[in-house]
């Protein structure tokens, strides 16, 4: 997220917290997809991390230099907590950039109506990103885990939230400054028509996740060597923070619907209340005491829309719902895997026949198989199994239901080729039953000679 929200809207029921999600409801005529994608900085020389302020490690800039070079070039908002510029805000509303806690330099793309103009959007932020980092002698590398630096090595950047969290994360679980400080993702957000439409989207996005998981699969290295998983990212989000996280088994129960998630919401504790310019820490505190001007931490202030909406954005499950649905279980990688990733859920979930299709895959697995897939995924990847059989062989059934359903979507790009272009990525992964970890695997085993400092010239931005 690349600023926390400020609406002081005072909400004091269950009934709006619903009603807010509610709005994001759409016709499928006006859905649209944004997708989310981070990456590691470093220099290029070295390949040594990125700090916020170059001068700290002798450099001519750091990752301040880069937001204020990419604001010159764009013209773009900037967005600061207490004096420091951490992202920047596009014209309206259409796409940020912002910072995750190590640096990684992530852009929330526009709401747009195809995978060819997110493929667009991608092109371009790398050509002006790349336009800005090349005089500092810096680079971008995608995979889901840093592949050389350790946790100490990693810097922090100056958003106040990130201490708070920083603070709570290993009170919670053994990984969760691992997730902040070490890992990238790309995800994609994509709309829904009705609170019907809404559960559909989210039980098949929630079985499937694991499956993007492994096919995605891009962070089998860890401080220099291999790491033993194909997807330490995915791995990491296990021992987080678990009241926040998971794969939400009560989506899949009867009478699933926005209050349910609400209700969910409404008991995961709190990481921080924002007033003005304060970040109030109040990490383990309850928004039901919130609601009701009951929180000890701030006697007597109430809920806002700011509150509702900066907590829903501290979630962190598997798939998680907004005003619309979030996909959050793919590592980062090479440029045609972030496009890739969008297309691979447009498919599936903005076809009805596919969508039905796939729903019919996963309909039948209880909580207890959803929840072995998800544990076994990140090691195993496409050798996992769900239902009796390989997730490789379940693979390649819900990448051709993507396939048709891009397909049937018949949206063009200027040579006439249509979005299924954007999913032979995944297709030759599903096809080989190969991810993208195992052929680096390889690689390091081989040509690099046990070396991971190879992957930074090879799949550098």
């Not at 050509?127 to 350790?150: N, Q």
């Not at 079985?207 to 699969?217: E, I, N, S, T």
């Not at 979030?326 to 076809?351: Q, S, T």
């Not at 490789?392 to 299924?420: H, I, K, Y």
């Amino acid at each position: 997220m690349a600023r926390d929200v400020s609406d002081t809207t005072p909400i004091s029921s269950k009934a709006e917290l619903i009603g807010w999600i509610a709005q994001g409801e759409k016709p499928a005529s006006e859905f649209r997809l944004g997708t989310e994608h981070e990456k590691f900085p470093f220099y290029t020389d070295d390949l040594s991390p990125v700090p916020y302020e170059g001068a700290a490690a002798g450099r001519s800039g750091g990752i301040r230099q880069l937001l204020e070079g990419m604001q010159e070039r764009l013209g773009w908002e900037p967005i600061l907590d207490a004096g420091h510029i951490i992202g920047l805000a596009g014209p309206d509303g259409g796409g940020a950039i912002s910072l995750e806690p190590g640096g990684q330099f992530e852009l929330s793309g526009a709401p747009l109506a195809s995978v060819h103009e997110e493929a667009r959007e991608l092109d371009q932020h790398l050509a002006d990103l790349k336009a800005v980092a090349e005089p500092h002698g810096i680079g971008f590398l995608a995979l889901g885990h840093s592949p050389l630096w350790t946790r100490e090595e990693t810097p922090m950047m100056p958003k106040r939230r990130y201490e708070i969290m920083k603070n709570y994360m290993p009170k919670v679980g053994t990984r969760g400054l691992d997730m902040m400080f070490r890992t990238c993702t790309v995800q994609v957000n994509l709309d829904f028509a009705s609170e019907a439409d809404m559960v559909r989207k989210l039980r098949v996005s929630l079985a499937l996740q694991p499956l993007a998981a492994a096919l995605f699969a891009a962070s089998p290295f860890s401080e220099g060597k291999l790491n033993g998983f194909q997807s330490m990212r995915s791995e990491i989000w296990r021992d987080t923070d678990n009241a926040r996280s998971g794969m939400l088994p009560f989506a899949f129960d009867e009478g699933m619907s926005y209050e349910a998630y609400v209700d969910w919401a409404l008991d995961v504790p709190l990481y921080f209340v924002k007033r003005g310019d304060t970040y109030h820490d109040v990490a383990g505190a309850s928004f039901r005491d919130l609601l009701s001007g009951k929180l000890p931490q701030l006697p007597g202030e109430r809920a806002t829309i700011s509150d509702w909406v900066n907590h829903l954005g501290t979630l962190f499950p598997e798939a998680r719902l907004k005003r619309y649905i979030e996909m959050r279980g793919a590592d980062a990688g090479p440029v045609e895997m972030l496009n890739a990733l969008p297309a691979f859920w447009v498919g599936l979930l903005y076809d009805d026949a596919a969508l039905s299709a796939a729903w019919d895959l996963v309909k039948g697995w209880s909580a207890d198989e959803r929840q072995q897939l998800r544990d076994t995924a990140p090691k195993a990847g496409l050798n996992a199994r769900i239902g009796g059989r390989p997730l490789r062989e379940l693979a390649r059934e819900v990448v051709e239901l993507s396939r048709a359903g891009l397909s049937r979507r018949a949206l063009l790009d200027a040579q006439g080729r249509d979005e299924t272009q954007y999913l032979d990525p995944v297709v030759a992964i599903a096809e080989s039953g190969r991810t993208l970890a195992e052929r680096l695997a390889v690689r390091e085993q081989g040509a690099w000679s046990g070396k991971v400092e190879p992957v930074f010239p090879e799949l550098a931005f």
